[in-house]
């Protein structure tokens, strides 16, 4: 399958206008300071993406972030100018082409963002072997991946790689396609369905079920919508599977419990990230206001003492009463109503999701 995807990325798809399923997102929705970001990235690298997501979480400033299968850069170079010139950007691809394009534009980029030196790099490899790579363990802040993971052989392997290269409290923030059962043998053998990120998407509770095996304990869903097919006779093949692009993030945070116990605790967030004036969403149910005292699980409170977002928030209380299971307040619903500066959406459907997050596709 490795040979399968090189040919169709490199050779078969010239542009994002080849593929055969509305996955990819389009830039119509997307808000006035993204399509600046957007604005600054050179023209050839916009026409070679694939992504189904916008891997932009919060707080990026100064991070060292790892793209897996980056492609022809598009996420890089955005990210590169969210983590600024003190930050840094490294692409993995296994697709020389693609990597291709994205290398002659580096000093494009270092020019147009005014920087310095680059502070991206591309490299050539596998997502499943990143041991084979120049990269530390335990070294990297952020961790994005867009449309990627289901076109790998061996995913509990990429999940496995991610874990150790993240710092404690680092987080693997992605996108990709997901199936509403598990897709058959026979499918998984068509090239053209493999390609279009179709059937080597995972069951999203198999999916949840490798995750939690290599430690990452709680996966959060951003967001998620509904992919459509476009070409009939793909519609005919793939019979009455269904699909969807999520947005998952996954934490490196010790000690966290297989389901949400509650201990009494709680936190109020303290406003100051960017773009979150009033509210911030940590995932599609987890709901802040600013300046409210807001009862959390443990594994929450964990997630967020031990993330880059702990100086935003204040953290009320410990573990030494257990309470029983953690039941979720509806009411913090409330914190959706009010969108952040610079929510982005990635097609029209995606109004549909709960738009208190930075990404919405």
Partial sequence: MHDVVKDYYGQVLQTSDDLQTN????????????????ANIHDEVLTKYYGC???????????????????????CYALAQLVGEQGSVVGVDMTEQQLNVARKHIDYHKEKF??????????????????ELALSNNSIDVIVSNCVINLSPDKEAVLAQAYRLLKPGGEIYFSDVYADRRIPEHLQADSLLYGECLSGALYQ???????KKVGFTEPRVVTSRTISINNPEIIERVGNINFSSVTYRLFKVAELEPHAEYFGQKV???????????????????????????????????????????????FIGDFTQHMGGFVLDKGNDVAVKEAPDNVSCCSSEATTVTIANQSCC
């Fill in 23 to 38: 996955a990819c997102c389009t830039d119509n929705q997307l808000p006035s300071e993204t399509k600046r970001i957007l």
């Fill in 53 to 75: 997501g916008l891997v932009t979480p919060e707080l990026l400033t100064d991070c060292h972030i790892l793209d897996l299968g980056c492609g022809a850069g598009r996420d």
């Fill in 114 to 131: 005014a920087y310095q030196k680059p502070n991206t790099h591309f490299v050539l490899g596998y997502i499943e072997r990143l041991d």
């Fill in 205 to 211: 509770q198999d999916f949840q079920i490798l995750a």
């Fill in 268 to 314: 109020t967030y303290l406003g100051g990230i960017n773009g979150h004036t009033n509210t911030f969403s940590l995932d599609d149910e987890t709901h802040f206001i600013t300046g409210k005292v807001t009862a959390v699980s443990g594994n929450t409170w964990r997630t967020l003492k031990a993330s880059r977002f702990n100086q935003y928030f204040s």
